[in-house]
């Protein structure tokens, strides 16, 4: 249908915005719109493969993008055509050759391998350092990240710079939703750039503690090893993670000694400094400590109206100043508060056809603003008592991770978080890194699974009961 290529086309648009030109053709390049019932989109992915890697690692994302496209919250179902290709073979009496079929299976796996963090040649299309709009909260991290990247120069005199004369290793800070993805990823294109032959790895911190594990179970440490060893540039995203586990902090330690002494740039970012991460060893702490430590803040009111004007362009919309200013100082968390709130408003012009006033602008986003102290104490305990009921640590109940206890966990955190604070739905979605929709879907399968399963209403009334004490 021709309207399920369009869809499909504005899809394409947002993850190609998302993801490396690898990632994008590798995953998302051949999905296709099956049917929209209601609420329900199904997808259809080309092999069994490639679906299982879609269910298991970026349906948050998928259900974000059609969600915004579409203008109402949705549900993913996501299947495999060649499922239905070899359903048609049996009935012909045709059986697939499973030589060809594991050897399909085994290219792919490499392929995943292959994307599972930004390394070699990969860039990350649309994060530089000249769109990311500075301000006097992040002048200091953008200045000491362009610092880092432009060292890397062909210049017989840069190279032959002492380690001490450089940020290693550069440690950058602050809440999440500022930034500092985007200029880790800025750092990755400029070097790029600049140097192609440098091997470098971008990872996020959760990603590398569940990939040394998993290097553990298989006895493959020493590829493990050879691989972060050898890179002349690590980048570790959310380096807090690996609090309080010791081997992954001893496993880090070595890596992070045998980069320095051979004067390999290390760049981390965290939450909080390295002095307030519980659970480091103090080895590790002073490490971080090394080189530079530079924090972002969150925005100004001036900074937030500034991008506010370049993500709207970014939509291709026009806000007029009024809008402009009612918007920076209605949305003060973070920045991709700011981004759900532009993507709402183009969704709405773009769907309804209504003209984007202020007026307009204040109907739409009635349920955007920042939270008040009360309620991040309340959220903070709330995540405490959770992370305690299940023994799930915070940093993973807010991370992406789905296996079905965690996602558990991370529902009732969304369900108590809506019904015990004022917060807003966009805010509840950017503390764990997803959009207002995925938190109504959430909240209404915990209210509906109240009704029908009494540990889903004990675990909630019983914390109910907790957090409000």
Known sequence: M?????????????????????????????LQIESIDGHKVRLS???SFKTKIL?????????????????????????SRETDMAQQRAQTAAEPDPLELEEQKRDEEEKLEMTRNIEGKDTVAGYTFENFIVGDSNRFAHAACEAVAKSFTTD?????????????????YGQSGLGKTHLLYAITNEIKRRTPDVKFIYIRGEDFVNELIESLRK?????????????????????HFIAGKESIQEEFFNTFNTLYDNQKQI?????????????????????????????????????RAAIIKMKAEKQGITLSEDIVNYMADKIKSNIRTIEGAIRKLAAMNMLTGTPITLESTKRALADVQSGTSESTFVIDRIFSLVS???????????????????????????YLIRTLTDYP?????????????????????IESNMETDKRVKDDVETLSKQIQK
């Open 425 to 445: 739905l966009a805010d509840i979605g950017a503390i764990f890194g997803c959009n207002h929709s995925n938190v109504i879907l959430a909240y209404n399968k």
């Open 156 to 172: 017989e005199e840069i190279l032959t710079n002492p380690l001490e004369e450089k940020f290693n290793p550069l440690f950058i």
């Open 45 to 47: 992915a080309p092999t």
């Open 55 to 79: 269910l298991e690692h970026h349906t948050d994302i998928l259900t974000d993008t059609y969600s915004n496209i579409l203008g109402f919250p949705v549900h993913i179902e996501i299947f």
């Open 2 to 30: 021709e309207l399920y290529q369009d869809i499909e086309n504005a899809a394409a648009e947002v993850l190609r915005k998302s993801f490396s030109e690898t990632v994008y053709n590798l995953w998302f390049k051949e």
């Open 219 to 239: 006895g493959s440490t020493s590829e493990f090893r050879s691989k972060y060893r050898n890179t002349d540039v690590l980048l570790i995203d959310d380096i």
């Open 388 to 414: 305690k009921r299940f023994d799930i640590p915070v940093e993973t109940i807010k991370g992406r991770r789905r296996q079905e206890n965690i996602v558990y966990a991370r529902h009732i955190c969304m």
């Open 267 to 303: 760049i981390l970012t965290s939450d909080r400094p390295p002095c307030e991460i519980k659970n480091l060893t103090d080895r590790l702490r002073t490490r971080f400590e090394w080189g530079l430590t530079a924090d972002i803040q969150p925005p100004t009111p001036e900074l």
